[in-house]
């Protein structure tokens, strides 16, 4: 769950999870939404369709605070579902953003649900207030439902790749509509989605530990710009979409994707390590004793730069893993304390030590702070800090939740002033030609980047169509749009 602690952290947008031909299709959701629960704290929902009927249950807080109930299981009956974790980007959370959404339209029942962000959503919004569209939401996601309930092609299928034609952005893609689950990426492939089957039945989802968790069988990954069709006939695909250069998300390798996943056919957690390795390639600490991740996401590159060192691994900081339902507002006179409600020194690996701490970035630099600090007055001799990722200078448009780029520290300061405001012996980034080669590349082409790195590089690789548009009063390098909330 996120807590106030988190904010000098990225966040994942959403994980979504769909499953066709099964009859405990409302259960195996609901465990895939937990096994992606990490991509998506702060509201979840689930649709079903028992072959006359469609069912629905959207509620706020984590998975297991809702579906983990039997009475609410029952309530979603049918062979086909969908479902969503949710973690929205700006504003106040509303019940009424929660995904999937649902419609009642022309052709039937549809719900949508997605990963990422449309990027001209709210230009296409206007567009559709013009032409009598009633929007019940804020979410870009409602964009799609009335796109698709105005197209005049036959087949579903159909009507959601006019809907998405018009649509610019990163995304993954599931919907349900009577009988049919459809599943999309978009032709850049910045967002993760997999294909598995459990048995007949056959399961998309965001990421391939949500298939373990079923037993289901990982077949694939969805291509970037594949339409995925499943219905009472089988499986078929086609791609519809002008073909583009695959541009994945990065940051899933170093942060956002659970450790045990794989993506893009590569296991996170090998990747991580390598990251780990090359970091330590690119900027070894001889004199340190001992290597120290900050927990957790700084754990599987930690090993890799302990082993490429030759260095002991330790876990020199221990998480609290409960903070967040103990302190979820925490008060003035306790908020002082700031990161040890979620982190503790062990001081008995730590004292009289040269300790490396391996973390996975730096956003606004104050967690890093507090956590250098923290490891000092346990004793340590000297802190140095490494970074398993480029420095992080420019705001995400495609599905992360970053700050606005002026409040990312790497925009404003060099890495010399980052380590002089975490007051850090010394501190280090892995290149972003190291990142590459940890996971797989030679180097990143300039010319033709293999994936997306926007976050480092500020190379865009799709328009940011609202951001740049003053009827929203937002650019690139300012706030996020203010008007709609990226949902997905």
């Given at each position: 769950?996120?807590?106030?602690?988190?904010?000098?952290?990225?966040?994942?947008?959403?994980?979504?999870?769909?499953?066709?031909?099964?009859?405990?299709?409302?259960?195996?959701?609901?465990?895939?939404?937990?096994?992606?629960?990490?991509?998506?704290?702060?509201?979840?929902?689930?649709?079903?369709?028992?072959?006359?009927?469609?069912?629905?249950?959207?509620?706020?807080?984590?998975?297991?605070?809702?579906?983990?109930?039997?009475?609410?299981?029952?309530?979603?009956?049918?062979?086909?579902?969908?479902?969503?974790?949710?973690?929205?980007?700006?504003?106040?959370?509303?019940?009424?953003?929660?995904?999937?959404?649902?419609?009642?339209?022309?052709?039937?029942?549809?719900?949508?649900?997605?990963?990422?962000?449309?990027?001209?959503?709210?230009?296409?919004?206007?567009?559709?207030?013009?032409?009598?569209?009633?929007?019940?939401?804020?979410?870009?996601?409602?964009?799609?439902?009335?796109?698709?309930?105005?197209?005049?092609?036959?087949?579903?299928?159909?009507?959601?790749?006019?809907?998405?034609?018009?649509?610019?952005?990163?995304?993954?893609?599931?919907?349900?509509?009577?009988?049919k689950l459809i599943g999309v990426r978009d032709p850049y492939g910045i967002r993760p989605l997999v294909l598995g089957k459990i048995g007949d039945a056959y399961v998309l989802t965001s990421e391939s530990c949500a298939l373990d968790i079923i037993a289901a069988d990982l077949v694939r990954e969805i291509e970037p710009g594949e339409v995925v069709v499943i219905d009472?006939?089988?499986?078929?695909?086609?791609?519809?979409?002008?073909?583009?250069?695959?541009?994945?998300?990065?940051?899933?390798?170093?942060?956002?994707?659970?450790?045990?996943?794989?993506?893009?056919?590569?296991?996170?957690?090998?990747?991580?390590?390598?990251?780990?390795?090359?970091?330590?390639?690119?900027?070894?600490?001889?004199?340190?004793?001992?290597?120290?991740?900050?927990?957790?996401?700084?754990?599987?590159?930690?090993?890799?730069?302990?082993?490429?060192?030759?260095?002991?691994?330790?876990?020199?900081?221990?998480?609290?893993?409960?903070?967040?339902?103990?302190?979820?507002?925490?008060?003035?006179?306790?908020?002082?304390?700031?990161?040890?409600?979620?982190?503790?020194?062990?001081?008995?690996?730590?004292?009289?030590?040269?300790?490396?701490?391996?973390?996975?970035?730096?956003?606004?630099?104050?967690?890093?702070?507090?956590?250098?600090?923290?490891?000092?007055?346990?004793?340590?001799?000297?802190?140095?800090?490494?970074?398993?990722?480029?420095?992080?200078?420019?705001?995400?448009?495609?599905?992360?939740?970053?700050?606005?780029?002026?409040?990312?520290?790497?925009?404003?300061?060099?890495?010399?002033?980052?380590?002089?405001?975490?007051?850090?012996?010394?501190?280090?980034?892995?290149?972003?030609?190291?990142?590459?080669?940890?996971?797989?590349?030679?180097?990143?082409?300039?010319?033709?980047?293999?994936?997306?790195?926007?976050?480092?590089?500020?190379?865009?690789?799709?328009?940011?169509?609202?951001?740049?548009?003053?009827?929203?009063?937002?650019?690139?390098?300012?706030?996020?749009?203010?008007?709609?909330?990226?949902?997905?």
């Amino acid at each position: 769950m996120r807590t106030p602690f988190d904010d000098d952290k990225l966040h994942e947008e959403c994980g979504v999870f769909g499953v066709y031909g099964h009859q405990d299709a409302a259960t195996l959701t609901a465990l895939g939404l937990h096994a992606l629960q990490h991509r998506g704290q702060e509201a979840c929902g689930i649709v079903t369709y028992d072959g006359d009927h469609f069912y629905a249950k959207h509620a706020f807080g984590l998975v297991d605070d809702t579906f983990s109930q039997a009475e609410v299981i029952a309530g979603l009956p049918g062979h086909l579902a969908l479902g969503h974790n949710r973690y929205s980007t700006t504003g106040e959370p509303m019940f009424r953003n929660i995904q999937p959404l649902y419609a009642d339209m022309g052709h039937g029942g549809f719900a949508v649900a997605h990963n990422g962000n449309l990027t001209n959503a709210h230009a296409l919004r206007l567009d559709l207030v013009k032409r009598g569209s009633i929007f019940q939401s804020t979410s870009d996601t409602e964009v799609i439902n009335h796109l698709v309930a105005v197209s005049r092609e036959e087949a579903v299928e159909n009507k959601l790749v006019e809907a998405l034609n018009q649509i610019k952005g990163a995304y993954s893609v599931l919907a349900i509509s009577e009988d049919k689950l459809i599943g999309v990426r978009d032709p850049y492939g910045i967002r993760p989605l997999v294909l598995g089957k459990i048995g007949d039945a056959y399961v998309l989802t965001s990421e391939s530990c949500a298939l373990d968790i079923i037993a289901a069988d990982l077949v694939r990954e969805i291509e970037p710009g594949e339409v995925v069709v499943i219905d009472h006939e089988g499986m078929r695909t086609f791609f519809p979409f002008e073909k583009k250069r695959h541009r994945f998300c990065i940051f899933e390798y170093v942060y956002f994707a659970r450790p045990d996943s794989y993506v893009e056919n590569r296991s996170v957690y090998e990747m991580r390590k390598r990251i780990g390795m090359e970091l330590a390639k690119e900027a070894p600490c001889p004199q340190a004793d001992i290597i120290v991740p900050v927990p957790d996401s700084g754990v599987p590159s930690a090993i890799g730069y302990a082993q490429q060192s030759r260095l002991p691994f330790e876990l020199g900081i221990i998480r609290n893993h409960y903070v967040g339902r103990t302190f979820i507002e925490p008060s003035d006179s306790i908020r002082h304390l700031g990161v040890k409600l979620k982190h503790n020194a062990n001081r008995s690996y730590i004292e009289g030590k040269v300790v490396v701490l391996v973390d996975d970035s730096i956003v606004r630099g104050t967690t890093s702070r507090k956590i250098v600090e923290m490891v000092r007055d346990a004793g340590a001799i000297e802190v140095h800090m490494r970074i398993s990722s480029p420095p992080t200078s420019h705001s995400c448009f495609y599905g992360i939740d970053t700050p606005s780029t002026e409040e990312l520290l790497a925009h404003k300061m060099s890495v010399e002033q980052i380590r002089d405001f975490i007051r850090a012996d010394s501190l280090a980034y892995v290149s972003i030609d190291g990142l590459y080669r940890a996971v797989g590349e030679e180097k990143r082409s300039n010319q033709f980047p293999q994936f997306c790195d926007a976050c480092f590089t500020g190379d865009y690789p799709v328009e940011l169509t609202d951001h740049n548009d003053k009827r929203t009063g937002s650019r690139v390098t300012g706030l996020r749009t203010p008007v709609l909330k990226a949902e997905g």
